[in-house]
């Protein structure tokens, strides 16, 4: 299955997008990850980008089209988009880029959370800079691979609420786009970490019976 996961900053989709891929075998591709990751490693075009992120602004789409177009044309199938598209420009480069290659989108996951609760997550987000495994609280160390826990820029109060503005004025008009497909699926993403990848292996017919 091609899916796209999609929602407000902080509704967990990176977190559900590391279950099932790990789960299902699913290539994970997190633009956010990529980006962060491509400005350590000081790629010019993504200490551009860094400019709008550091604000709570998106990319804007030219940027973002060129950083990661290459990896979109080589992902294979059975893939997980997180972050990707964010605007309806993108969402129709995307269709034109996927049309080419012959793979189609089978499920566009909606994570529908409030924003006082994705605020609240946000708020003690810790992510670990060595495996990228995502805590809600500063457990010192990464658990699952010793490596240091990290606070996002991105995570302060001011640029949250941010995000969030810029999530309902310029992706959340996404939901629609897709609704017509006929590919979204709204999942209720309030409950424990477990219950929500229940929700979704339900969505992709792994549900228990
Ligand atoms: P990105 O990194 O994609 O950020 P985001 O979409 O804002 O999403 P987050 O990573 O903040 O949240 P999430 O939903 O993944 O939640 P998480 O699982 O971490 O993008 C960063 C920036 O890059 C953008 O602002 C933009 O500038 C740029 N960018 C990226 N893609 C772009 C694009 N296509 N176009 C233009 N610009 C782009 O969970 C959050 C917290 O909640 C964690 O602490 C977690 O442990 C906790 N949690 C998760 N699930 C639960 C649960 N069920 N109960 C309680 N806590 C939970």
Redesign the pocket.
Same mark, same amino acid.
């Not at 929602?7 to 559900?16: E, L, R, S």
């Not at 997180?82 to 605007?87: A, I, K, N, V, Y």
């Given at each position: 299955m091609n899916l796209i996961f999609l &929602?407000?900053? !902080?509704? !967990?989709? /990176?977190?559900?997008a590391k279950v099932i891929s790990g789960e299902f075998g699913y290539t994970y591709m /997190?633009? &956010?990850?990529l980006?962060r990751s491509l400005v350590s490693k000081g790629d010019p075009l993504a200490l551009k980008?860094k400019e +709008?992120?550091d604000k !709570?602004?998106? #990319?804007p789409d030219a940027l973002?089209v060129e950083i990661v177009s290459e990896q979109l044309v080589n992902l294979k199938k059975g893939f997980i988009l997180?972050? +990707?598209?964010?605007?309806l420009e993108?969402a129709q480069i995307l269709e034109e880029m996927l049309k080419g290659i012959g793979v189609k989108i089978d499920h566009v996951i909606y +994570?529908d959370l409030s924003d006082r609760e994705a605020e609240k %997550?946000?708020s003690? %987000?810790?992510q670990c800079k060595d495996c990228g495994n995502?805590?809600?609280s500063n457990l010192g160390q990464c658990p699952k691979c010793g490596g240091a826990l990290f606070r996002r820029k991105?995570d302060e109060p001011e640029t949250i609420r941010k %995000?969030l503005e810029v999530y309902h004025r310029q992706t959340a008009p996404l939901l629609d786009f897709y609704e017509k497909k006929g590919i979204l699926r709204r999942v209720e993403?309030q409950?424990? #970490?477990e219950e929500?990848s229940k929700r979704i292996r339900s969505i992709l017919g792994h549900g228990e019976n």
């Open positions: &929602g407000p900053p !902080g509704a !967990g989709k /990176g977190t559900q /997190g633009t &956010g990850d980006l980008a +709008f992120m !709570g602004e998106l #990319v973002m997180d972050g +990707f598209p964010r605007t993108q +994570f %997550r946000l003690n %987000r810790y995502i805590y809600n991105d %995000r993403a409950g424990t #970490v929500i």
